[in-house]
């Protein structure tokens, strides 16, 4: 297929279909608190080798969230790695200590597949397109061309770390690469409305409490918008996760009176602060935001995990952030 993949090599496509076909125990991890592109991709590429006769643990040590347990095969991921291994992959995971705790004894993983920027390429072979849509828009395209089918299951895990990391097809990474890939994988059978609606629009009613409880607290200042949700917040919505409920797709839409940047700040139980920054003026860079504070993700969409407490990392958080876009 054509697209923006040229950039591999033959011989780097070799290298990783070579130490597929060789590995029989394999370990796929992904990171923390997981997005859809993380899920999809983990249950796309451990299916896959599955199908394959292969022996793969799916491992994502906060476990999948309710929004994606329609997807078959979900039911296989695990929180942590289970006896013994001959190949490590990690897929949509720039940093390799988000991995986990669960990991960190793992050593480097022998493929390291993922679209961000500022992957730090840790692995023995390294798979980075980062002008992709999504981990799972590679995982498309090179699935076949390592010799794997891409059957209806599959496909709905792919398509919906495609859907979920565009935002439904709105960021500025869309390409007409990744729509073909859509396409292609809708052929199997998927249902693109209902993947749709489940993935992207669905909530809960606690997690409508959830967003009331953000959106009450709402501020700009100094081209930042940015909203805080606390471990208290959760606790009253009835709200069973640890992350924002998208909620920061909401804060992404408010655009003029000069903001550039916006932002999330969700409390964790274990005094850290996870931090979700999107960039509302495409002259922004917040990767390199998140990049300062040991995170990582996209021009467009970033994130990092901070110890501490709330007020003083949402303090300095800000601070630095109306520093680095007035430097853009």
Known sequence: ?????????????????????????????????????????????????????????????????????????????????????????????????????????????????????????????????????????????????????????????????????????????????????????????????DLYMRSLVHKTFPAARYWGAGLSNLEQKHGIVWATLTVEDRKRAGYGGSDDADLINIISAITGNGNKVGMIFVEQNDNHVKISWRALDPAVDVSKIAKHFNGGGHAAAAGADIHGALNEIRSVVLKTTREMIDLD
């Open 1 to 193: 297929m054509e697209g923006t993949f040229s950039r591999m090599t033959e011989t780097h496509i070799g290298e990783i279909k070579q130490r597929l076909e060789q590995a029989q125990k394999i370990v796929i991890a992904s990171h923390v608190r997981p997005d859809g592109d993380a899920i999809g991709s983990l249950l796309g590429l451990g299916l896959a080798l599955k199908d394959a006769g292969k022996q793969a643990q799916m491992v994502l040590v906060d476990g999948v969230s309710s929004s994606f347990k329609y997807l078959e095969g979900s039911e296989l991921i695990v929180k942590e790695p289970q006896g013994e291994h001959d190949t490590f992959i990690t897929v949509d995971c720039a940093d390799f200590k988000r991995t986990g705790k669960a990991f960190e004894n793992f050593g480097a993983p022998d493929i390291n597949i993922d679209h961000h920027k500022t992957n730090e390429r840790f692995g023995a072979l390294n798979l980075i397109e980062e002008n992709e849509a999504a981990t799972a828009a590679i995982l498309t395209h090179y699935l076949p061309l390592w010799g794997y089918k891409i059957t209806k299951p599959i496909a709905a895990a792919l398509l919906t770390g495609i859907v979920t990391d565009t935002l439904g097809f709105r960021t500025p990474n869309t390409n007409p690469s990744a729509m073909r890939l859509c396409a292609t994988l809708m052929e199997t059978g998927v249902d693109m409305s």
